[in-house]
Each structure stands twice: as structure tokens, then as C-alpha cells.
């Protein structure tokens, strides 16, 4: 039986909403049905945006992650999903790593965006994600033009994410406000970069201009393991 590896713990929150969207997004009618998982919530990896703003040796998220994989391929998974953007500014450094191909939530993401009319678009993320250009490495390869962001969202943003990581509260009128003010600009889709930020409740009218790399990722997670998705 083929089994997926979720590296997840970034933060812990945001795994257990990943896991949830795999089992909501799976078609099946009784647990024998659903994709076996293995999950390592590996809360000791290192801020990534810390990693990233500051130029630390990549080796201290490198070196924390090497026991999981260990694991995934002793229990011989097929693929590996990691609920993390800012991760993925270290995904060609993790895969080498390992045998076992990693879905790579970005370039996913952003393919999913190509396949819709419209190119240009806003991500929200960490300033490690937005500094570190982890979308922008895929922006023209899927011709789409990336809205840079104020100073002033991209504090706000960071507010946002630690106080979910700190409160596991899932309600933000701000988040809210600042995915309307672009909404009224002219942006064709607004990228939830951040799996914290995938956790916001959001207001029903907002939905239809938003990709969630989270929601893009548990999909492609249930068709590259061979299985139906629940739509």
C-alpha cells in the first residue's frame, strides 16, 4: 500500500488543517478508503524566515530535517508533502536529501494560477517568503507578474502569522481587510502563502479571488498518490 509523508510541525496548527484538507479533498466511503499517512510534526525546525532574512547557514534546517526522511524512506513512502511555504525556499537543497520526490507546493501553486485567465497576482506570506523570492523563482515560467507588497502588509502580515502560531486562534478581521483592499485593486488572484494564513477563516465574498497553496497542495498530494478527489 502506497503511503504519504507529511513533514509538517511549521507550525502545528497549519499540519492538522493540511491533514484535515487531504481527508476532506480524498473520495472515500470508509477509513480503508483514505490514503495512509505518516506524520512527523517536527516542531524543532528552525524559523525559516530567521534562516532566511539573517544569511544563516542553511545546514541548521538541513541537518534538523535528515531524521525524517531517514524514516519516511525506511517506511518506504511514495511521496513527500510539506505544509510550509517559506520551507520551500530550501526545496532543491531537501530534495537532494532524498530519493523520495517532494511535492513542491510553490511551482504547484503557481501552475494552478496559469491555468486561470489573469496573471497578475498578490502573494501573502513571510518576509522570508516574500524577500527570499520563493514565488518569484516560478513567476516566469508560468508567465505571471507578482505584485510587490508596502512595508506596512508585509509587517502586518508577519503580526498576523506569529499571533496564529502563538494563539492558534483562527480569526483575523485584518487578514481579511488586507485580502479586500487588494481585491478592490486590480489583481486577478490573491496567493495565501503562508500555511498560518491558510488556517483564517475567511468572508465568503473574498473566496472566489484567493488561491490557497494550502488547498493546491492537499489536491496534488491525493492525485500524485493515485487516489480520487472529492469534488
Do not use: W
Amino acid at each position: 500500500m502506497k503511503k504519504l509523508a507529511i513533514l509538517g510541525g511549521m507550525g502545528p496548527l497549519a499540519t492538522t488543517i493540511f491533514y484535515e484538507k487531504i481527508i476532506n479533498n480524498t473520495l472515500a466511503n470508509k477509513d480503508q478508503e483514505h490514503i495512509n499517512t505518516l506524520i512527523s510534526s517536527n516542531t524543532s525546525i528552525v524559523d525559516r524566515t530567521d534562516l532566511i532574512l539573517n544569511n544563516k547557514d542553511k545546514n541548521i534546517l538541513l541537518n534538523s530535517i535528515k531524521e525524517d526522511l531517514k524514516l519516511f524512506e525506511m517506511a518506504n513512502v511514495s511521496r513527500i508533502a510539506i505544509p510550509c511555504n517559506t520551507f520551500h525556499y530550501f526545496y532543491d537543497d531537501v530534495q537532494k536529501l532524498t530519493p523520495i520526490k517532494i511535492i513542491n507546493m510553490i511551482e504547484e501553486t503557481m501552475k494552478k494560477i496559469s491555468q486561470n485567465k489573469g496573471k497578475n497576482i498578490v502573494v501573502l506570506g513571510t518576509k522570508g517568503t516574500i524577500d527570499g523570492k520563493v514565488y518569484n523563482k516560478y513567476s516566469e515560467k508560468y508567465n505571471l507578474n507578482i505584485i510587490g507588497l508596502d512595508k506596512s502588509v508585509k509587517h502586518s502580515l508577519m503580526e498576523i502569522i506569529y499571533n496564529i502560531k502563538s494563539t492558534n486562534s483562527r480569526d483575523s478581521k485584518e487578514f481579511n481587510n488586507i485580502i479586500r483592499d487588494y481585491k478592490n485593486q486590480n489583481i486577478d488572484f490573491i496567493v495565501i502563502a503562508c500555511t498560518e494564513l491558510s488556517c483564517v477563516v475567511l468572508d465568503e465574498d473574498l473566496k472566489p479571488y484567493v488561491i490557497d497553496s494550502l488547498d493546491v497542495l492537499a489536491k496534488e498530494s491525493v492525485l500524485e498518490m493515485g487516489y480520487k478527489l472529492n469534488i
